[in-house]
């Protein structure tokens, strides 16, 4: 049993129009802890119908709130993020319990996470609209920006706690409400979030949160609805196509936050010592799953051999096992099946050529869990070179210009982060414009921040989380044309 300072916050329910309910179906599904298997609790599955209360709930909640300052809303989110932190050590035993990572990074998560909320909040109040000089004497043109509608919200489980407030905590300040499926693996953190929102004084129905075993039933009824204007989702390239399609019969406005392929290159001219850092950083954090974890590494030949006895080093000294235990670094992966994707990748590296100089299979603490792992003589035709790995395995990839590592590093549909490893200054300046990337971290391996705009091109989706530009996705820009002056 996960035991808490405030068991209240473990909820079995699901949060509709401000309160805990049992669901249409009467049915539940089996929430699993992946560092042990066994069950944390059973959860109210949730299902198409409860999905549309949900829905018009928030249309109706959403016609008061859009009308209050943007003060009064910064007020609640303020709130909200106070109680964040005052329960953070809960949050986090159920962000650990639930997702795996080890309980540092799950703490470390709900800070990220929070820090959304208390910037959002902030910018609530700087959603400023334009006078726009007019070409006629007799008029003024102007525009306002008014919240887009009801959002429905679509979140992945390895970040249970801050994919959720990247997206609430936007919609909510630009005066929209929000109705949340989080993952059926991770929606425990999810409904301990809503719990706190209750507690802070959002008015209920703007924050619904359904989640159910059927996913596909509960994302149709979203799509379907016309009173949701907008959808704001995060997790694989595959079902994020789906979705677009899905919502083109609505027209809706979507953002997409999608499955990444990260190059992480490292130059001769590269601090080494730092660079390894980054790629440990950038690699291993939630044991290999997120989406802008480091996916290739392409490293010049002059220096390939050191960066490798480096980069093996290191990843020795870290940790596999419960992120509960003290100590450990590594958690493990969602479920068994993530970890026979990632080996069978790696399976298909070893058979095509390439060596493997640290880690590989699961260990003796179970199916769900896999070594990091260090593979060399990767190439460019492999399937791990191609697809995103999301575990802790890290390709090196020899290149030996600058013209080469630019091919090698856009090679791919996705376009989310990227990492660059040079002293040189014009090189930074060349190669970073050059990278067909959203993000482009440089000699640096941690890049997420609430201040900055988070977000992929090409494939990797659209739209950006976080930063002066996150509220955009949940505006509308109305122009208003006054004549007779
Ligand atoms: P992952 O492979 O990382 O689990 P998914 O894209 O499958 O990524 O899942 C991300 C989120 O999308 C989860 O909340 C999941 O339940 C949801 N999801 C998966 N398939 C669908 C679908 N067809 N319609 C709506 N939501 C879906």
């Known amino acids: ?14 949060f509709i129009n401000g309160e805990w309910v049992k669901g249409d179906s009467g049915s539940t599904f089996p929430i699993l802890n992946p560092a042990t298997g066994t069950e944390i609790c059973k959860l109210a599955s949730g299902n198409k119908n409860d999905t549309n209360i949900a829905i ?43 997702q795996g990572k080890p309980l540092a990074e799950a703490k470390g998560e709900i800070l990220y996470g929070a820090a959304y909320i208390e910037w959002f909040a902030e910018e609530a109040k700087r959603i400023y609209g334009d006078v726009i000089p007019s070409n006629n004497t007799s008029q003024r043109l102007l525009t306002i920006k008014q919240a887009i509608g009801v959002v429905a919200a679509i979140t992945p489980w390895n970040f249970p706690n801050a994919m959720i407030t990247r997206k609430v905590a936007p919609a909510l300040a630009a005066g929209c409400a929000v109705v949340l499926k989080p993952a059926e693996a991770t929606p425990l953190s999810a409904l301990a979030l809503a719990e706190l929102a ?11 949160i359904v989640v159910g075993a059927d996913a596909i039933e509960i994302g149709k009824a979203l799509t379907d609805s016309s009173l949701v204007r907008k959808l704001s989702f995060t997790g694989s390239t595959k079902v994020g196509k789906l979705l677009i399609k899905q919502c083109a019969d609505t027209v809706k406005k979507t953002s997409m936050e999608l499955g990444g392929n990260a190059p992480f290159v490292v130059f001769e001219d590269a601090d080494i010592d730092k660079a390894v850092q980054g790629a440990i950083a950038s690699k291993f954090r939630n044991a290999g799953q997120t989406c802008v974890c480091a996916n290739r590494f392409l490293v010049q030949r002059s220096i390939y051999q050191e960066f490798t006895d480096k980069f093996v080093a290191e990843a020795k000294k870290l940790k596999v096992g419960n992120g509960n235990d003290e100590g450990i670094t590594i958690g493990p992966l969602i479920n068994a ?34 070594l ?22 890290a390709p090196i990839i020899p290149f030996d210009t600058e013209e080469q590592a630019l091919e090698l590093a856009n090679a791919t549909e996705a376009g989310l982060a990227s990492y660059v490893y040079t002293q040189n200054y014009a090189r930074i300046w060349r190669f970073s414009e050059n990278l067909e990337n959203g993000i482009v971290g440089i000699n640096e391996g941690i890049i ?7 977000g992929g091109i090409k494939q990797s989706g659209n739209g950006r989380e976080g930063s002066k530009y996150g509220i955009d996705d949940y505006i509308e820009i109305k122009y208003l044309c006054m004549g007779g002056i």
Request: hydrophobic share 45%; aromatic share 6%; net charge positive.
């Open 198 to 208: 209750k507690r802070a004084g959002l008015p209920k129905g703007l924050l619904s």
């Open 56 to 98: 018009q709930g928030a249309q109706s909640a959403m016609q008061k709130w859009r009308q209050t300052t943007a003060k009064h809303r910064a007020k609640i989110l303020q709130k909200w993020h106070a109680l964040i932190i005052e329960n953070i050590d809960d949050l986090a035993s159920i962000l650990c319990a639930e």
């Open 1 to 14: 049993m996960l035991s808490l300072k405030d068991p209240l916050l473990l909820k079995t329910q699901l």
């Open 337 to 370: 099946a993530a970890a026979q994707n990632v080996h069978a990748l790696v399976t298909d590296a070893e058979k095509n050529g390439a060596t493997k100089v640290l880690g590989g299979a699961a260990t003796h603490l179970g199916a769900n869990y896999y």
């Open 448 to 454: 997420s921040s609430e201040v900055a705009p988070f």
């Open 372 to 393: 990091p792992t260090i593979l060399t003589n990767v190439t460019p035709q492999m399937r791990i070179f191609k697809e995103e790995i999301f575990g802790p395995v």
